[in-house]
């Protein structure tokens, strides 16, 4: 028995990374997954390496997040493919780093609108499903960069809308019996952060050490430990939580919050 038997889970960004890892956990639970991801052939070969267990499935559907009729279809589809939605993760992210005085309006837009457009149009789709049925669970995910760190103006101001969002769609949604909460990772070894490293012409493993030494309990997180923060969120036992961002991070942000 699975805390997701019965549940269908649609995860966007979720070809890989954090998303890959937080879908495996849910199939391992009992859900039913559509990995939602820009490319059709790579959110299926994903899909297809799901360990979903009895009757549950697992599809893959390409849309870009940043897409109102693209994100309507792909919902729509999950709908009919796996006969309904009742948790939605978004996760899909990109960076474009760089400080302000060189960073382009485009790397502005691009962001905002990937991260917070694209829950935004996620979230609407999947709602009026959810208040139909009276059920659902939002998951957003902000980031430890919510909080201020330098070259990522765009995607702190994007990840800390984030935190505004999961607060204001808990006020309204929660009557509904639907409860919106965000996970904010630190440090998580994935191709996002392994970017980050070549982009400052680090050793991966030097870039991950350094990390490590930046937070109390002295590693990096994996998408797994993110992975049980969002399940926990969306299973029924969080039902009394919502508009919350709870930041798994090994601590790195205790000494920057106030
Ligand atoms: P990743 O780069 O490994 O994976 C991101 C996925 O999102 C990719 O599969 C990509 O194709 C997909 N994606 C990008 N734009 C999309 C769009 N417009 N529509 C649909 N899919 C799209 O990234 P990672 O590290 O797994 O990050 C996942 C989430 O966690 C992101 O929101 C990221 O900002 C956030 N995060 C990551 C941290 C880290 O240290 N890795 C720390 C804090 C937050």
Same mark, same amino acid.
């Given at each position: @028995?699975?805390?997701f038997?019965g549940r269908?889970?649609?995860?966007?960004g979720?070809a890989?990374?954090?998303?890959?890892g937080t879908?495996t956990?849910?199939?391992?639970?009992g $859900?039913? &997954? /559509?990995?939602?991801? %820009?490319?059709? /052939?790579?959110?299926?070969?994903?899909?297809?390496? *799901?360990?979903?267990?009895?009757?549950?499935?697992?599809?893959?559907?390409?849309?870009?997040?940043?897409?109102?009729?693209?994100?309507?279809? /792909?919902i729509?589809? &999950?709908?009919s493919?796996l006969g309904?939605?009742?948790? *939605?993760?978004?996760n899909?992210?990109?960076?474009?780093d760089?400080? +302000?005085?060189?960073m382009?309006?485009d790397?502005?837009?691009?962001?905002?609108?990937?991260?917070?457009k694209g829950?935004?149009? +996620?979230?609407? /789709?999947?709602?009026?499903?959810? #208040?139909?049925?009276?059920? !659902?669970?939002?998951?957003?995910t902000s980031?430890?960069?919510?909080?201020?760190?330098?070259?990522? &103006?765009?995607?702190?101001?994007?990840? +800390?809308?984030?935190?505004?969002f999961t607060?204001? %769609?808990g006020?309204?949604?929660?009557p509904?019996?639907?409860? &919106?909460?965000?996970?904010?990772?630190?440090f998580?070894?994935t191709? @996002? #952060?392994d970017a980050?490293?070549?982009? *400052?012409? +680090?050793?991966?493993?030097?870039?991950?050490?350094?990390?490590?030494?930046a937070n109390?309990?002295?590693?990096? !997180?994996?998408?797994?430990?993110? $992975?049980?923060a969002? %399940?926990?969120?969306?299973s029924?036992e969080?039902s009394?939580?919502?508009?919350?961002?709870l930041?798994?991070?090994?601590g790195?942000? %205790?000494?920057?919050?106030s």
């Amino acid at each position: @028995m699975g805390r997701f038997d019965g549940r269908v889970v649609v995860i966007s960004g979720a070809a890989r990374g954090i998303g890959f890892g937080t879908a495996t956990k849910f199939a391992e639970e009992g $859900a039913s &997954v /559509a990995i939602v991801d %820009l490319d059709e /052939a790579a959110a299926s070969e994903a899909a297809a390496k *799901l360990p979903v267990t009895g009757d549950a499935k697992a599809i893959g559907v390409g849309a870009d997040v940043a897409d109102g009729a693209s994100v309507d279809a /792909a919902i729509e589809r &999950v709908v009919s493919e796996l006969g309904g939605i009742h948790v *939605l993760v978004n996760n899909a992210g990109i960076t474009r780093d760089n400080l +302000m005085f060189k960073m382009s309006e485009d790397d502005w837009d691009l962001v905002i609108n990937v991260h917070l457009k694209g829950a935004f149009l +996620m979230t609407k /789709a999947a709602q009026k499903h959810f #208040t139909e049925q009276k059920y !659902g669970k939002v998951v957003n995910t902000s980031s430890i960069s919510a909080l201020g760190n330098r070259g990522q &103006v765009n995607y702190s101001s994007a990840k +800390m809308g984030l935190q505004g969002f999961t607060k204001t %769609l808990g006020i309204e949604l929660g009557p509904f019996g639907i409860n &919106v909460n965000a996970v904010a990772p630190g440090f998580i070894a994935t191709e @996002m #952060t392994d970017a980050t490293a070549a982009r *400052l012409k +680090m050793d991966v493993e030097e870039f991950r050490q350094l990390n490590a030494e930046a937070n109390p309990v002295k590693r990096v !997180g994996f998408p797994e430990d993110i $992975a049980a923060a969002v %399940l926990f969120l969306a299973s029924d036992e969080a039902s009394y939580i919502t508009g919350q961002t709870l930041y798994v991070d090994g601590g790195a942000s %205790l000494s920057r919050l106030s």
